[in-house]
């Protein structure tokens, strides 16, 4: 057997390659450790809570917390409402996208350069936060879950990655299956979609993440808690752990030999929101890569 040749590295390699570890190990546990104290103290008893500090492990441990979350209606609508929001905006993103930067690919296309300008410009200019809100009032989209859907899901940035991508692809296809008779939109569907899963999945994956965090929107658009997503339902949250936390020491007491407390319904929230992208992301990550790269190699 051939041994393989192993390549000998310098005194100077060796100490940038300890050195990368050990910072790349730093940057990782101060990016875990918040992740892990919310995790732990969900599961802490609400005794050891009140007294405060780091938590790396769980102090005693309990699931009341998430009894609490899991029995709360509002909780587990906002959760739902939230799913509802995020994949149809997705799909809707992936679609109406893939449709518009098909033809700006097409050479032949009188448009094409005019279209490409004018969508470009939106990139460093929008109408502001009041025009907006005027115009979807005017679209009848206050208080309407359709505020959560709907709106931006064609952007400029995306738009550039699909096109970029398309043009990736080798443009012999596309001429073969015109010769066989097949129109644009069947070349589209049956040849182009296929061979693009990695940025179909990068920019899912980014969409789903955005509008799985997007609170902001629910807060200006939308009145009743019945559309709320559960992002807004973890500020409300947050909103009233803060209050507790302001309350006479006499009131704070009763919670000192408590298996629960307002920071454990907090943190056990936190872990529901967070645990479906954490799921998903692992999946998919290999394609983040191609979906960022793809739009610096074109332009």
């Known amino acids: 057997m051939n ?34 104290h919310v995790v732990c103290v969900s599961f802490s008893l609400g005794s050891e809570i009140q007294k405060g500090g780091l938590f790396l492990w769980p102090h005693g441990f309990t699931l009341e917390g998430y009894k609490k979350v899991l029995q709360d209606h509002m ?4 959760y ?6 995020a994949f149809s905006h997705t799909a809707l993103v992936i679609i109406l996208t893939a449709l518009t930067a098909y033809p700006l690919t097409i050479k032949d296309f009188p448009l094409r350069k005019g279209i490409t300008i004018f969508i470009t410009i939106t990139m460093f200019f929008s109408g502001g936060a009041i025009p907006t809100y005027l ?6 989209l206050i208080n309407n879950p359709l505020v ?3 709106p931006f899901v064609v952007t400029a940035y995306n738009l550039i990655l699909f096109r970029t991508f398309f043009e990736g692809i080798d443009p012999c296809m596309r001429e073969s299956a015109r010769i066989d008779g097949a129109g644009e939109f069947r070349i589209l569907i049956q040849i182009i979609m296929p061979l693009s899963k990695a940025i179909i999945a990068a920019v899912s994956l980014f969409t789903i993440v955005g509008k799985w965090n997007d609170w902001y929107s629910a807060l200006i658009y939308l009145n009743s808690e019945a559309y709320y997503p559960v992002q807004m339902i973890l500020r409300k949250i947050l ?36 645990l479906p992208i954490m799921c998903i992301y692992p999946f998919i990550q290999k394609y983040f890569a191609a979906g960022v790269m793809v739009g610096g190699v074109k332009g």
């Open 239 to 274: 909103f009233n752990s803060t209050v507790f936390a302001q309350m006479d020491p006499s009131v704070m007491q009763m919670f000192r030999n408590s298996t629960i407390t307002p920071a454990n319904i907090q943190m056990a929230t936190i872990v529901v929101i967070m």
């Open 75 to 78: 909780i587990v609508r906002s």
């Open 148 to 150: 959560m859907v709907v």
């Open 3 to 36: 041994k393989k040749t192993k390549i000998k590295l310098s005194l100077s390699d060796r100490i940038f390659n300890v050195v990368n570890i050990f910072i790349m190990l730093v940057i990782m546990a101060v990016m875990l450790a918040p992740i892990i």
């Open 135 to 140: 115009l979807m009032k005017e679209l009848h």
């Open 80 to 85: 739902i409402n939230t799913v509802i929001y």
